[in-house]
Structures are given as structure tokens and as C-alpha cells.
């Protein structure tokens, strides 16, 4: 069986920090497209960030350009998103995902056939 599992979120302050993490199990995480998404209450699920095995090259969404990195720890077989100056409108459960056959940076959620089960993000005061 082919997994995906994050952990790392909690409640933070409004301008605080947190890493997301992935851990894959059952397969090694080298598809050429690993992301994150995330999905407030109320709102669809989006895209928040990407990363290319082939060569690194990371993508963001406008709303966190900037605050989040993404990065992978071959070593660990994990994917991780640095969440830095966090704002309320960061709050929402958050997703990582990847594909076997996907080739191509997509915000489309049907593209990913393994997800985790999400880590709730709260940034309050």
C-alpha cells in the first residue's frame, strides 16, 4: 500500500512558524511532481506549492510566495513546506500529494491519485 503522511501542524500566532512534513511509505518518493494543497472551511482545495524531482524547480501560489518553501529529504524519503509569517488566512487543513504518471506541475486535484490525510493548520491570536 502507498502512503502518504503529514505531520508538523498546529495552532499557531498570527506572524509565527511552521514545516509541514511528508513522509512516504510503500514507494520511494522520486515522481517527477510532488505538491501541497490545502482547503479552508467553506472553499475549494487548492494548490499551494510544487516541486520538480528532475531539476528542483519549486512553484507557489501568489498567496504564500514569499512566506513558504518547499523542500525534499531524499534520505528520509520526505517532502517538506517551511511555513513562515503565517497569517489567519493561512488556516485550513493541508494535503500533500503525488502521482505516479503525472509529468507536469498541475493545481487541478484530480491529476493526484496519493494523498495523505491532511494536517490542520490554525493561525489565531
Known amino acids: 500500500q502507498v502512503q502518504l503522511v503529514e505531520s508538523g501542524g498546529g495552532l499557531v500566532q498570527p506572524g509565527g512558524s511552521l514545516r509541514l512534513s511528508c513522509a512516504a511509505s510503500?514507494?520511494?518518493?522520486?515522481?517527477?511532481?510532488e505538491a501541497w494543497f490545502r482547503q479552508a472551511p467553506g472553499k475549494e482545495r487548492e494548490g499551494v506549492s510544487f516541486?520538480?524531482?528532475?531539476?528542483?524547480?519549486?512553484y507557489y501560489s501568489d498567496s504564500v510566495k514569499g512566506r513558504f518553501t518547499i523542500s525534499r529529504d531524499d534520505a528520509k524519503n520526505t517532502f517538506y513546506l517551511q511555513m513562515d509569517s503565517l497569517k489567519p488566512e493561512d488556516t485550513a487543513v493541508y494535503y500533500c500529494?503525488?502521482?505516479?504518471?503525472?509529468?507536469?506541475?498541475?493545481?487541478?486535484?484530480?491529476?493526484?491519485?496519493?494523498w495523505g490525510q491532511g494536517t490542520q493548520v490554525t493561525v489565531s491570536s
Open positions: 510503500g514507494f520511494t518518493l522520486d515522481y517527477y511532481v
Open positions: 500529494a503525488t502521482d505516479p504518471r503525472l509529468r507536469y506541475v498541475s493545481f487541478d486535484t484530480y491529476e493526484y491519485n496519493i
Open positions: 516541486i520538480m524531482n528532475s531539476d528542483g524547480s519549486t
